[in-house]
């Protein structure tokens, strides 16, 4: 398959974060021109450079709340894969003009300066959280796709594509809840869960880039992809890494945080009736209708009877043997377990 990437400047924003670290290790087997690292981190930044030592990979101090960074940093790119973002939900829901300036208001700024600077392809990353949203981080984020489907409205198919991609809980990555109960194992510390019977999507780092990867080659203006992945309880997902790590800590039941739910959602039935299955995926087509309702005064639509919400309920749920078998395949745990001497 032809590489996209050859010769090309890809800017990655928030691009010391786990999606941007793990996708620049895709990207530098291929042949691009020039990834651009752009994230507000200088210490990350610092790192990053240190581990990679590759010419082609540029960093870029800035915040997308800052225009002016970013239109210096997207100067002369291809692609963007947008990923800054505030993710922690109950800081975002304790501070939600944080989240606002920057998953709202600098997702904005990143769709402008794409615009303006004629960049090819542009890709947001989202969050189930988005869907029925019921905090700070999951509305911010709920925005920028509408921001990003405004946006697509007024472009050809010969400007920049914009579009974006949906998922659940990427494992192991940073603040997520795995490394939590693995530290806690590790340190014999008692596990703490907010809510034994939550249900949440369970997709490894890997194929979230599969789903970027996949959601690029195919994009037209104001698509939303997804990827469709299995579930599991927080009650299994412990009970699982226990037995990975034989462990025999206590369980703590704390209570939910603020801003969680009991289940996510990964696309309304409005969406899915409006849906393309491509097998492991779907893509959701922008609702391109204009402002001229009245046709739909006098003209019902039933279709959306007997479709369900894909959600962490009811897709494919796992059990705590197939659990473990996922976590093994995440290079974390096993380095994790190999250190603590129980590498399988």
Known sequence: MKNPFKDKTLLITGGTGSFGQ??????????????????????????????INDTRVKFHIGDVRN??????????????????ALKQV???????MQAVYTNVTGSHNVIESAIAHKVKKLLCLSTDKAVYPINAMGMTK??????????SRGLGSRETVIASVRYGNVMYSRGSVIPLFVKQITEKRPITVTEPSMTRFMLPLAEAIDLVMFAFRRAG??????????????????????????????????GMRHGEKVFETLATREELRRAEDMGGYFRVRM??????????????????????????????????????????????????????????
Do not use: W
């Not at 042949?31 to 240190?50: A, G």
């Open 22 to 51: 793990a996708v620049l290790g895709h990207l530098l087997g291929t042949e691009f021109s020039e990834v651009r690292i752009f994230s507000r981190d200088e210490l990350k930044q610092e790192m990053m450079r240190d581990e």
């Open 67 to 84: 225009r002016d960074s970013v239109d210096a940093a997207m100067a002369g790119v291809d692609y963007v894969f947008h990923a800054a």
């Open 90 to 96: 109950p800081s975002c829901d304790f501070f939600p």
């Open 142 to 151: 709920a925005l920028m796709e509408k921001v990003a489907q405004a946006a």
């Open 221 to 254: 203006q104001g698509d939303v992809f997804l990827r469709k992945a299995p579930a599991c309880t927080i009650a299994d997902l412990v009970t699982a890494l226990k037995n990975l790590f034989r462990s025999d800590a206590r369980v703590k039941v704390i």
């Open 287 to 344: 609702d391109d209708r204009d402002l001229n309702y009245r046709k739909f005064f006098t003209e019902g639509d039933v279709g959306e009877v007997g479709v369900e919400d894909y959600t962490s309920h009811n897709t494919t749920r796992l059990g705590v043997k197939q659990v473990e078998k996922l976590l093994l395949k995440l290079p974390e745990i096993r380095a994790v377990l190999s250190s603590a001497g129980r590498g399988r």
